[in-house]
């Protein structure tokens, strides 16, 4: 297993390498480079040539590439171009809010697909899985900013009460903390919550025609335990593999959710340094939701052999 | 050797058998229908929606970015259907327009993304060895950006504006439907008319597009269809964001966000139609591209459905 674990990690290498390239170079094409956005603000009263020496800009691609990739590994990922501010002094402050919510919202989704899907499996053709079903499909086709947007709206009608969209700290108001997050997570959730539990019903309908399931309803356990107990685990491995593929979902929708709900996490972050072309901004959170999207992938793997004792490495 | 002759003799007669089975066109489709009905509604939507786009300027009543005087968010009546937004615009007639968006996004990023993908999954399942790990590994890096990340970063290089919306989200699908054809590929690969193909001296460009192709189909088709729905979807969180494409011409997106915003509280039919006709949309194909699933290829259940 713990080797399985290690060669993972150095197949997964390549793959972080080709992206961190792409993290790298992608931000750089953007047209209307900062160094001019930056002088038309009157950020700075210099000449561009200076500036853009000074930014470190002016060096062929591959150079600012290695050496990016050098301070990378130490842990440094440069400073804002605007805010001056070190980027990971930033992430760190940022990021604890979109995991709360990217957590919250995956804890959501889990907790309502899973107890669905396996319903409109044991009870298949019937109308409750085809309310399951129909309610899966509308919740993949209703764009998550659109329920958003009524979520504030529509209570802000009726009743002239409206989620907050201003930020709480913790340390000011913790349960008021904890309040905020709970809306935009639940939205945030539906979608991928759709997605797992078609997967749980097409996967646990697959298992429960297997013959050691026929074997344990054949030695008379009950129909608890051979759901629960005998097809479950075996139809969770499929569903594993799209939680992996969900995360990153999720973790894409930050952006728009925090946006409508006023959440100052990294996807707010991520949209701000897009519009400003604040290249080590772009690139550090890039390179981070690589790097938490590679490694839950990896995480992924390491579950199967926890699930399916069959699968061994 | 005998074997194989055989064994290509039968699967020859069993598609001649196959063929006269089947069923002509108009037939094909009521038993379709008859066997999906949610699949036929959903095919119903999507014909509904191509009607909207095709004859938009017959079917609104006002021009897109015709300003009415004196009609500032005038709530849904016999003469604005949808009501009308903060710049007095009538909302039905952008909704219609909107659905141009909508059809040339969705089916122009599907056409990008299947052409690139199948080029890529055949290629790479074909030719295997090096080649096919390289390939892959850059799908890997690709596919472990979530969408809406590296679509703005796509995005805000590519500046907004439809043709560049088109082209990025095709780039983005492409990288999943390669995914999926280079499995469909290497399972084809198995069979004994690849082999024999190749012992009869075809050229790797012969077998790929003449006896590869016509049977990833199934699959193209099938991941073309739920890839629609997904597509529409991404472009309307795009716009919503700004990204998309650009003012006055309607988006549904777009319309959700923007300076309207401020107004949805006192025009709410603002923020309903323009959701509603978003997911009513995505609901159609996806409705479809299960039923096509089902029928074409039911070992791709479960997949695609939303860009990720």
Redesign the interface.
Known sequence: MRKYVLRRLVVAIPSLLIASFIVFSLPRLLPGDVVQLMLEERAYGKDLEDLRAKLGLDRPIYIQYGEWLGRVVRGHLGESLWTKRPVIEELTRRLPVSLKLGFLALAFSISIALPIGILAAIRQDTLADYIARSLAILGLSIPGFWLATLAVVVPAIWWGWSPPIQFTEFSTDPWAHVLQFLLPAFILGIASSAAIMRLTRAALLEVLRQDYVRTAWAKGARERSVILKHALKNALIPVITVLGIQIAQILGGTVIFELIFGLPGMGRFLFDAINQRDYPVIQGINLLIVSVVVLMNLLVDACYAVLDPRIRY | MADHVEALRAASRRDEARREDAAPGSYAVWRFCRQKP?GALGGLIVVVLVLMAALAPWIAHYAYDETLRGARMKPPSGQFWMGTDNLGRDMWSRVVYGARVSVTVGFGAVLIANMLGTTIGITSGYFGGKYDICVQ??V???Q??????VI???M??L?PGLLNVVLALGVIGAANASRVIRGTTISVMENVYVESARAIGCGHLRIMVRHILPNVVGTIIVLATIGL?AFI?AE??LS??GFGVPPPYPSW?AM??GAG?SF??QA?WM??Y??LA???T??GF??LG?AVRDVLDPRL??AG????
């Open positions: 949610l590994r850059v890997d890096a690709w472990s950006f979530p969408f809406l990340v703005l970063s796509i805000a290089v500046g729905g979807l309307s969180a919503f964001l997106g959700l966000s915003r949805f509280y709410p923020a309903i323009p959701g978003i997911s009513l995505v609901f996806n409705m299960d259940r479960g459905g939303r860009l990720r």
